[in-house]
């Protein structure tokens, strides 16, 4: 079974930083596909970045500003966000596959975290 926790969270102003980690048990980060999701009130989930052994594949919104890193001794899935803005505003989710290269659909994607509010204020 598969269980997936997201920390570090938390409320920055504008251009602040913070990092999201995602601790696993019954899941490999680096071996799949895995990724970051968000979701702001009244909008889609949508996936913000994603990583394979392949290599990493951001949202156009975070490119340059995030990044996305497995680490393989600690079994955590990270986001490093920097030069966050208020649009980051959002759940954060992390999610994975037991797939080599990521799917597209939400609905491939089989594991979740509970997700960890990002709040950045002007």
């Known amino acids: 079974q598969v269980h997936m926790v997201e920390s570090g969270g938390g409320s920055v102003q504008a251009g602040g930083s913070l990092r999201l980690s995602c601790a696993a048990s019954?899941?490999?980060?680096?071996?799949?596909?895995s990724g970051w999701f968000r979701q702001a009130p009244g909008k889609e989930r949508e996936r913000v970045a994603s990583?394979?052994?392949?290599?990493?594949n951001y949202a156009d919104s975070v490119k340059g500003r995030f990044t996305i890193s497995a680490d393989r001794a600690k079994n955590t899935l990270d986001l490093q966000m920097n030069n966050l803005k208020p649009e980051d505003t959002a759940m954060y989710y992390c999610?994975?596959?037991?797939?080599?290269?990521?799917?597209?659909?939400?609905?491939?994607?089989?594991?979740w975290g509970q997700g960890t509010q990002v709040t950045v204020s002007s």
């Open positions: 019954g899941y490999t980060f680096g071996d799949y596909c």
């Open positions: 999610a994975a596959q037991r797939l080599a290269y990521c799917r597209s659909r939400i609905s491939d994607w089989s594991y």
């Open positions: 990583i394979t052994r392949y290599g990493t």
